[in-house]
C-alpha cells in the first residue's frame, strides 16, 4: 500500500508516498528527472523526483492533482537483491541512540548567539552543522528557513516523523514564533544556535533586530570541487554549457557577499544587497583540522572547542534539512544510499575528491581555466589547483 499526500499547499505540484514500498505493480509508467533538486520539484514538477530517506517526493507528469487523477503512485525496485538497502530506508529510526536528548540541568529562557552558515548548496554545511551541534553549547538546528518557507514539508532530518522533539506541533509553534531563535533555544535547551540556511534572503530579515550577538560565517567550497558537487545531485551529461551555468550561478552567488575583511580594502560602504560576514571558512581546511579551524567561530561566541566535537556522529542531532551523506553516518543503522557513491559508505570527515569521478581531465581543465572559476579561486584560494591533503 502506498499513501499520497500533497508536500505543499503552496504549489500543489509536490507530493510524497509515505509508508510501505511497492513491490509490484500491472502497469508501469517510469517518472522522469530521478535526484532533482526538491526547489525545481516544487517549482516546476513535470515528472521530476527525489528519493529522500523514507519518503519519495515527486511531481507528476503533467502537473495534475496525484490524488485525483486516477493513478496509482508507488516506489518499485527490481526485488530486495538489487538494492538492498533501499527496504531499510523505508523503516522509521525509531531505535537510533541519537534521539535521546537530555534536559539541560537548569531550563534556557533565550538564545543568547547565532552562528549563521552562508554559503551556496552543496558547500559542505551539512556536516559542518553537525559539529557545531556536538558541543555542548550549541544546537546545529541546520536549515532553519524551512520551518517557515516550506513548514507542510519540514521534519527533523535524521529521526523524520519518529521525532520526539520535532514533533507536529513543535514544528508549527516553532516555525510561527516572532522569536525563532529563542524559541529554538528554549525547546533544545541550548544558548546558542547554529543556523546553517545559507542564504543572504534568508538572513537579512531573520537577523534584522536580534538582540543576541551574531557571527556570519562565509563556507566556501574550491569551485572545482563545487561545480561536482552540483553535477552529482542532479541529472544530465556533463556539457560545457553546464559547467558554463553552474560556474556563473556559483559567481553571481558568492559576488553577494562581502567579507569584513573585504570590506577594509574597499573603504567604502557595501553596495545594497551585500551581505557582511565576519569570517571566512574553507571546506578544505574545515575537512583538514576541523576543531583548529571552527576556533575563531566558536571564539566569537565565548566559547571552546571541544573533544567531542570529532564524534559528532554519536552525539544527539535534530536538524532540520541537509544532505544526506553526513546524516547518513549519525543514523548509522541507515545503509547508505546509492550504492555506486564510494563517498557515502565512508565514516569521518574527509575532504570529497569525488570531482575525479564526476569529471574527466577535459571537464577538469575547463573548469580550471573559466573565468568565473579563476575568479572565485582568486577570492577564496591561493591556488586555482584544488588542495589534495586531509586529515
Request: one cysteine or more.
Amino acid at each position: 500500500m502506498s499513501i499520497c499526500r500533497p508536500s505543499s499547499n503552496k504549489t500543489r505540484k509536490t507530493w510524497r508516498i509515505c509508508g510501505d514500498p511497492i513491490g509490484s505493480c500491472s502497469r508501469i509508467v517510469p517518472l522522469l528527472e530521478a535526484h532533482s533538486l526538491h526547489d525545481d520539484i516544487r517549482g516546476v514538477g513535470q515528472g521530476r523526483y527525489s528519493h529522500w530517506r523514507n519518503a519519495l517526493l515527486f511531481s507528476t507528469s503533467d502537473n495534475s492533482d496525484a490524488q485525483t487523477n486516477g493513478r496509482v503512485y508507488a516506489l518499485r525496485w527490481k526485488g530486495a537483491g538489487a538494492k538492498p538497502w533501499l527496504p531499510q530506508l523505508s523503516l522509521p529510526a525509531a531505535d537510533c541512540d541519537h534521539r535521546r536528548w537530555s534536559a539541560p540541568a537548569k531550563p534556557v529562557a533565550r538564545c543568547e548567539g547565532v552562528i549563521a552558515v552562508v554559503g551556496d548548496s552543496f558547500s559542505g554545511s551539512t556536516v559542518l552543522n553537525c559539529v557545531l551541534g556536538a558541543h555542548s553549547q550549541i544546537f546545529g538546528a541546520s536549515e532553519l528557513r524551512w520551518l517557515v518557507e516550506t513548514p507542510d514539508e519540514v521534519g527533523c532530518a535524521v529521526c523524520g516523523s519518529a521525532c520526539t522533539m520535532w514533533t507536529p506541533g513543535v514544528l508549527r509553534r516553532v516555525g510561527q514564533s516572532p522569536d525563532l531563535y529563542d524559541a529554538v533555544s528554549r525547546r533544545f535547551g541550548r544558548h546558542i544556535v547554529c543556523d546553517s540556511s545559507k542564504t543572504p534572503a534568508w538572513f537579512s530579515p531573520a537577523l534584522r533586530g536580534l538582540e543576541a550577538p551574531v557571527v556570519r560565517v562565509l563556507l566556501t567550497k574550491h569551485p572545482l570541487r563545487h561545480v561536482a558537487s552540483h553535477l552529482s545531485k542532479t541529472t544530465g551529461p556533463v556539457t560545457r554549457q553546464r559547467l558554463d551555468a553552474i560556474l556563473a550561478h556559483l559567481r553571481a552567488f558568492h559576488g553577494r557577499v562581502l567579507l569584513k575583511d573585504e570590506m577594509t580594502l574597499r573603504r567604502a560602504p557595501a553596495p545594497d544587497g551585500m551581505m557582511i560576514c565576519d569570517l571566512h571558512l574553507r571546506y578544505e581546511d574545515f575537512a583538514a583540522d576541523p576543531l583548529g579551524s571552527l576556533s575563531p567561530v566558536l571564539v566569537a561566541m565565548g566559547l571552546s572547542p571541544e573533544p567531542g566535537m570529532l564524534d559528532w556522529a554519536r552525539a544527539p542531532a535534530h536538524p532540520i534539512g541537509g544532505n544526506i551523506a553526513p546524516l547518513i553516518q549519525i543514523c548509522n543503522a541507515v545503509h547508505p544510499m546509492a550504492v555506486g557513491r564510494d563517498k557515502y559508505r565512508r565514516r569521518g570527515i574527509f575532504l570529497d575528491e569525488s570531482y575525479r569521478q564526476t569529471l574527466d581531465q577535459d571537464g577538469i581543465d575547463y573548469i580550471l581555466s573559466h573565468a568565473d572559476a579563476r575568479w572565485l579561486a582568486d577570492r577564496f584560494y591561493a591556488s586555482a589547483e584544488p588542495a589534495r591533503t586531509a586529515a
